[in-house]
C-alpha cells in the first residue's frame, strides 16, 4: 500500500504545482489537505488547513503515513465533511 501512497502524494503535488503555474502569478492561490482514514482508527485524519504557502502544503503532504488500516472502510464522506468545513474564501467554488 505504502507505493500507492507515495504515488498519490507525487501526484497531488504535481497537481497543486500545475495550479500554482496556470495562475501565472495572476491569482492567488489557497490550498488545503485532507487525508482521511478507516472509521475504526484513533487518528481518523490528517487535516491542513488552506494556506497560500505552497512549500508547506507540499511538504505536509509528503509527511503523511499510512497508519491503522484493518480494513475497515475508509471515511471518505467524514473527508469530504471535513474539506468542506473549511475557511473557503467567498469567491471559491467547492
Known amino acids: 500500500m ?3 501512497i507515495k504515488r ?3 501526484t497531488l503535488k504535481t497537481i497543486v504545482d500545475d495550479a500554482v503555474s ?3 502569478g495572476m491569482l492567488k492561490v489557497r490550498v488545503c489537505f485532507v487525508g482521511y482514514r478507516d ?3 484513533k ?3 490528517e487535516i491542513r488547513h488552506f494556506t497560500e504557502d505552497i512549500q508547506l502544503i507540499k511538504y505536509f503532504i509528503s509527511s ?3 497508519e491503522g488500516g484493518k480494513d475497515e472502510p475508509e471515511d471518505v464522506t ?3 465533511r ?3 468545513n473549511e475557511k473557503w474564501s467567498e469567491i471559491s467554488t467547492k
Open 82 to 84: 471535513k474539506l468542506l
Open 22 to 24: 496556470s495562475c501565472d
Open 78 to 80: 467524514g473527508g469530504m
Open 64 to 66: 503523511v503515513k499510512a
Open 2 to 4: 505504502s507505493s500507492w
Open 8 to 10: 498519490a502524494q507525487e
Open 39 to 41: 472509521h475504526s482508527d
Open 43 to 45: 487518528k481518523r485524519f
